[in-house]
């Protein structure tokens, strides 16, 4: 599997298909990503109160990659 950043997109699947019941390997197969890819992503982004948030989960991200460009 080549590496590609998560989408918004892919994001709001991660969240959908958490909420079908599906677990971490079976969503990762279902978007052809590796496992440890969903395992970081929800555990970075994941909310005590609410759960998995798509939209902060990529506005972290975006803000994270802006922070990287500016110190290059």
Known sequence: MKY???TLQK???IS???KA???QKEIAKELLVHPSTISRELRRNRDRVRGYQPELA???STKKHQEKSKQK
């Open 21 to 23: 019941g599906l677990n």
């Open 58 to 60: 990529q506005i972290q």
């Open 11 to 13: 994001r709001y699947q």
């Open 4 to 6: 590609t950043q998560l």
């Open 16 to 18: 959908a298909l958490q």
